[in-house]
């Protein structure tokens, strides 16, 4: 972009000092009733796309983060009805009040959570110490063959969160004079608050990740995905510290970066990966130190977080690193499609439980390890640097497509990284709805056939059908990253765009850095 002038006090021009500091004027915004067709054709509801003459920017409180910020408001009310037919209660016939999950009701409304539950389950329904996770063991299948000591099974930072809102839950029924239901009702709704927080920040961090293009966000904002998936369980919160963790590096604060991540790994582990791509790309343009200062301060906050834990309670903190080395591939993983449709056995055949997978486990890390190199020698070897935002959203499609785990809810992990990455809105949105739609087909299979539910081939063709569209989400990045002039982030192709094309606008650093290390032919020190 130009860079901006103002008047010093000695009546000299003074140019701004860093490009990510630089205000933007309204004329420098992407307007996307100018280049989606999709944004275009929903205007003539309200008066069609915006003149060429508007005055853009002006107005005193409809900013572009509050339309947005409404507009995931809107979508987090919708996620919460969508789960509300699964807190209806009913009295039992001991005269207790329990929540109506008979007959499989969760399966039939399509409002199942593990929130609900895991209140039970993870023995959050205790008061006081008595449940404090990873202090707390219960035995399954006592006195059988392949009885098992059990812990919370959540990493340190959601365990933690699940317990301080099972006591507030608690402490909330216990008034007895403010208003309420049953205490897992209670525990959901406290939850879910708190979640529907942390998805706002996320919207925020990336609606300030997008500068030029800030209603791109609108797409993250008003995705399906949020509404079937963001109570399902606990995403939300790894999302806010990933998405918050680039913009502390756009910004240029690669410790507070660092911070964020290590954070956000110590909720669920995939904001740890972003760290991949910073490394490689501060080795391009020889910045490797500000992406070490990074990865050794997202080492520290994780640290912080967990050790405690893990001296205290070393059992209980092993026990999410255990039950993901012991679990077998899961329904939406593609080793369990194919060993469903094909009668294919398993790379370790028939297991007993509590039996560790290996060769699963290690043909899962090794795809994923290659499929990291791979996107590591992309990075390398493009004729331009890519983009943070097109490694970000390449490695952690990897490790979904390539691991045994895909949960319904981890498709939350692609929706701000996949708009930095991508931002055409009929694609993503064409692939949010795809994404959404596995969960009727799979709430239809666990209801059973028996009880007029789908049979497996319907849940796993749609899993097939979703990973098709997200490996081709890859296609069309791994493009743009070998011709840039296509990525409309860098070349936008509204007219009336008043700077020149940006080279990362998520890059902090790395922007219009010029390339120290380059594989392949050619130029060993490249323009960014």
């Known amino acids: 972009m130009a860079r901006s002038k103002r008047e010093s006090a000695g009546g000299e021009p003074e140019v701004a000092a860093r490009p990510d500091n630089r205000t933007l004027s309204p004329s420098d915004r992407v307007v996307p009733t100018?280049?989606?067709?999709?944004?275009?054709?929903?205007s003539r509801t309200v008066g069609g796309p915006l003149g060429r003459h508007a005055v853009i920017g002006r107005h005193w409180f409809w900013t572009p983060l509050r339309v947005?910020?409404?507009?995931?408001?809107?979508?987090?009310?919708?996620?919460?009805?969508?789960?509300?037919?699964?807190?209806?209660?009913?009295?039992?016939?001991?005269?207790?009040?329990?929540?109506?999950?008979?007959?499989?009701?969760?399966?039939?409304?399509?409002?199942?959570?593990?929130?609900?539950?895991?209140?039970?389950?993870?023995?959050?329904?205790?008061?006081?110490?008595q449940g404090f996770p990873y202090a707390t063991s219960w035995t399954v299948d006592e006195g059988a063959a392949d009885e098992q000591v059990r812990y919370m099974e959540y990493p340190v930072l959601t365990g933690l969160f699940q317990w301080v809102n099972a006591q507030t839950a608690q402490a909330w029924a216990a008034?007895?004079?403010?208003?309420?239901?049953?205490?897992?009702?209670?525990?959901?709704?406290?939850?879910?608050?708190?979640?529907?927080?942390?998805?706002?920040?996320?919207?925020?961090?990336?609606?300030?990740?997008?500068?030029?293009?800030?209603w791109d966000a609108a797409?993250?904002?008003?995705?399906?995905?949020?509404?079937?998936?963001?109570f399902t369980n606990f995403d939300a919160l790894a999302t806010a510290a990933a998405t918050t963790g680039l913009l502390a590096w756009a910004r240029r604060r690669p410790v507070l970066a660092g911070v964020l991540l290590g954070i956000g790994g110590a909720a669920k582990f995939y904001p740890l990966f972003l760290l991949g791509p910073i490394l490689v790309l501060c080795l391009r343009v020889?910045?490797?130190?500000?992406?070490?200062?990074?990865?050794?301060?997202?080492?520290?906050?994780?640290?912080?977080?967990?050790?405690?834990?893990a001296v205290l309670y070393p059992d209980g903190w092993r026990e999410f690193f255990r039950l993901n080395r012991e679990r077998a591939a899961d329904p939406d993983s593609l080793y369990n499609v194919v060993s469903t449709l094909t009668?294919?056995?398993?790379?370790?055949?028939?297991?007993?439980?509590?039996?560790?997978?290996?060769?699963?486990?290690?043909?899962?890390?090794?795809?994923?390890?290659?499929?990291?190199?791979?996107?590591?020698?992309?990075?390398l070897a493009a004729p331009r640097r890519p983009r943070?935002?097109?490694?970000?959203?390449?490695?952690?499609?990897?490790?979904?497509?390539?691991?045994?785990?895909?949960?319904?809810?981890?498709?939350?992990w692609l929706v701000a990284l996949a708009v930095l990455a991508l931002p055409r809105w009929r694609l993503l949105l064409g692939w949010m709805v795809v994404d959404a739609l596995v969960w009727f087909p799979r709430?239809?299979?666990?209801?059973?056939?028996?009880?007029?539910?789908?049979?497996?081939?319907?849940?796993?063709?749609?899993?097939?059908?979703?990973?098709?569209?997200?490996?081709?989400?890859?296609?069309?990045?791994?493009?743009?990253?070998?011709?840039?002039?296509?990525?409309?982030?860098?070349?936008?192709?509204?007219?009336?765009?008043?700077?020149?094309?940006?080279?990362?606008?998520?890059?902090?650093?790395?922007?219009?850095?010029?390339?120290?290390?380059?594989?392949?032919?050619?130029?060993?020190s490249r323009p960014g």
Not at 219 to 226: E, H, K
Request: charged share 15%.
């Open 443 to 524: 709430m239809s299979f666990y209801l059973g056939v028996e009880r007029d539910g789908l049979p497996v081939e319907w849940f796993l063709g749609a899993v097939v059908l979703r990973d098709a569209v997200v490996v081709a989400l890859c296609v069309l990045v791994l493009r743009e990253i070998w011709r840039p002039e296509l990525d409309v982030v860098r070349h936008p192709t509204a007219p009336g765009i008043g700077t020149p094309p940006d080279d990362d606008p998520h890059g902090g650093v790395l922007d219009r850095a010029p390339d120290a290390l380059v594989l392949g032919p050619g130029s060993h």
């Open 34 to 42: 100018w280049t989606e067709g999709v944004a275009r054709q929903a």
């Open 219 to 230: 797409i993250a904002a008003i995705s399906p995905l949020v509404v079937v998936h963001v």
């Open 343 to 379: 009668g294919w056995p398993g790379f370790d055949r028939a297991l007993p439980p509590g039996q560790e997978p290996v060769v699963l486990n290690t043909a899962s890390g090794l795809l994923f390890g290659l499929a990291c190199a791979g996107i590591g020698w992309v990075a």
């Open 286 to 309: 020889g910045r490797l130190r500000d992406g070490l200062r990074a990865a050794a301060a997202a080492a520290v906050s994780w640290a912080a977080i967990n050790a405690p834990i």
């Open 68 to 129: 947005v910020l409404l507009l995931a408001v809107l979508t987090l009310a919708a996620g919460w009805l969508a789960k509300s037919p699964c807190l209806q209660t009913y009295t039992d016939d001991a005269g207790e009040t329990a929540l109506d999950w008979r007959d499989g009701r969760q399966y039939q409304a399509f409002c199942y959570s593990d929130t609900v539950p895991l209140f039970a389950a993870e023995r959050l329904d205790r008061p006081g110490l």
């Open 175 to 214: 008034t007895g004079w403010l208003p309420g239901t049953s205490p897992v009702a209670v525990y959901f709704d406290v939850t879910a608050w708190w979640l529907a927080l942390a998805w706002v920040v996320t919207i925020w961090a990336l609606v300030r990740l997008c500068r030029r293009r800030p």
């Open 388 to 412: 943070l935002a097109q490694l970000c959203f390449l490695v952690v499609c990897a490790f979904l497509l390539t691991s045994k785990v895909w949960s319904p809810q981890f498709s939350l």
